[in-house]
């Protein structure tokens, strides 16, 4: 049985996602809390995260991660920029039926997302160690999700050749997600934007919804290289 403490961590975080539209079951929410106890210790030593007490992780990366989760579509997903495997992570514990490739050009922080996906048994987990304008995937990715990754301009030349013409890509903002927009490449079309409220956060989030404008075709996708 646990704690009083870790009681009120697990209603948090079941209330939490609850409220974002998100239902958690116990063998979910678990292996959630296992991965914000891994970051955690990790973050003492390799400093993962700016972000040091449990409470703000929980919802900062947790639930933040979580937030996204009702806008992401087909089989396969790309997480951008993952750093220490959020979205990515949250996304593929409670989504299992999806393949997650987590993408960062920082050795540490890619080591981290690999331990914990074996540690988890995630095997819908794929640690990519990697600049995204390096890679050169055979085929489009479903969904390309990134979150506070770079300025829209930037980011939607870094992702594009990870996209087809029926790739969503979900760009995880500030509230002036406004300023961004102005100018985008008419490459790309803009689906909708959509006000994401996080519980225990109180700095105003929006999420962008774009996919390209033309039309293309896609390739058979290969593995990218991971990590030894």
């Not at 972000?51 to 089989?75: K, N, Q, Y």
């Not at 996080?198 to 105003?204: C, H, L, Q």
């Amino acid at each position: 049985m646990g704690s009083e403490a870790d009681n009120g961590e697990r209603a948090r975080l079941i209330g939490g996602a609850a409220a974002l539209g998100v239902p958690l079951g116990e063998p979910q929410a678990l292996l959630l809390l296992r991965l914000l106890a891994e970051l955690a210790h990790w973050n003492k030593a390799y400093n993962l995260t700016s972000i040091d007490d449990r409470e703000g992780m929980l919802t900062h990366h947790l639930l933040d991660s979580l937030s996204v989760a009702p806008h992401v579509a087909g089989e396969t997903v790309a997480d951008v920029g993952t750093g220490a495997g959020f979205p990515g992570l949250p996304l593929a514990i409670i989504d299992p039926g999806r393949r997650y490739t987590l993408i960062d050009s920082n050795n540490k922080k890619i080591r981290f997302v690999a331990h914990v996906a074996r540690s988890l048994g995630l095997g819908n987990v794929e640690p990519v160690h990697a600049r995204v304008e390096d890679l050169a995937p055979a085929t489009a990715f479903d969904t390309v999700v990134t979150r506070a990754f770079a300025p829209l301009p930037r980011l939607l030349a870094l992702v594009r050749p990870l996209c087809g013409p029926q790739t969503r890509v979900l760009a995880m903002k500030s509230a002036r997600l406004d300023e961004e927009l102005r100018g985008l490449d008419p490459a790309w079309r803009l689906d909708a934007t959509v006000a994401l409220q996080v519980p225990g956060i109180d700095a105003s989030r929006a999420l962008a919804v774009l996919r390209l404008a033309g039309e293309g075709s896609g390739r058979r996708r290969e593995p990218l290289h991971s990590p030894g």
